[in-house]
């Protein structure tokens, strides 16, 4: 009896650890030009912007878009769970305005996103907070007049485009990353373009010249825990 007193006081003891054991980091693949897989602790999965390279095995359950331009829009390339949910402009701008969404535990709060290129009532970027993480996708964009407010966010990630030919060039995005004021700042859409399609998945010559601090130039393909 007093042995079976002592098993039961153990599992107990043991009952907060049970179930944590194989808990996985939430993890951030990028697969190349302004592409991303975001896999959260719980296993929820979201793509941002699904277009290039690969990675496109796990079944969605969000699937976030900034705009409609063929190389941020291929929601075909990806297999849906059941209820996914696929946020675009269009939602994210309902009622001319932009929009929260909380789905599954994930906070998904729409911003600002603009150029010559990119009209504000068609373009976005997303903020994704998730497993206590909170990750800025600006989509296609140059400076925006909201930038300047997301210092008070504490962003861990800012991920900006630099391209130069529809987004604004790294240098200008570096000025935005030291606005934003991120822990860690990732370039994308780097081009080079062949017309109005990225001829590479990655231009390391350009990422580089993206002198933001603490910079985090990832390749394609190239899975981070966050």
């Known amino acids: 009896m007093k042995k079976l007193s002592l098993f039961f006081i153990a599992m107990l003891f043991m009952l907060p650890f049970i ?12 697969q190349g030009h302004a592409s991303f897989r975001l896999v959260a602790k719980n296993g929820t999965v979201v793509y941002i912007d699904p277009f290039a390279g690969e990675g496109y095995d796990l079944p969605a359950d969000i699937i976030l878009v900034t705009h409609q331009h063929s190389d941020h829009n291929k929601i075909d390339l990806i297999k ?9 402009n269009e939602e994210a701008l309902k009622d001319k305005k932009h929009n929260t969404f909380k789905i ?13 290129q990119h009209h504000p009532s068609a373009s976005v970027g997303y ?14 964009t140059s400076k925006t007049d909201q930038m300047s407010t997301l210092q008070d966010k ?4 800012a991920i900006l485009p630099c391209d130069g030919v529809f987004n604004m060039n790294p240098e200008a995005a570096a000025e935005c990353a030291r606005i934003i004021g991120a822990q ?7 081009g080079p373009f062949s017309g109005s399609k990225p001829a590479k998945l990655l ?8 002198d933001a ?3 985090l130039i990832l390749e394609p393909g190239e899975e981070i825990e966050i």
């Open 19 to 30: 179930g944590c054991k194989n808990e996985q980091p939430a993890k951030l693949l990028y």
């Open 80 to 88: 849906q769970n059941k209820g996914c949910v696929v946020i675009s």
């Open 213 to 215: 601090p603490n910079r």
């Open 104 to 116: 599954k535990g994930i906070k998904i709060e729409s911003v600002e996103a603009k150029n010559f």
């Open 154 to 157: 504490n962003l861990n990630y």
């Open 184 to 190: 860690h700042n990732i370039p994308i859409h780097t």
């Open 127 to 140: 903020i994704i907070t998730v497993d206590g993480i909170s990750l800025y996708h600006a989509g296609d």
């Open 203 to 210: 231009d390391r010559t350009i990422a580089e010249r993206f």
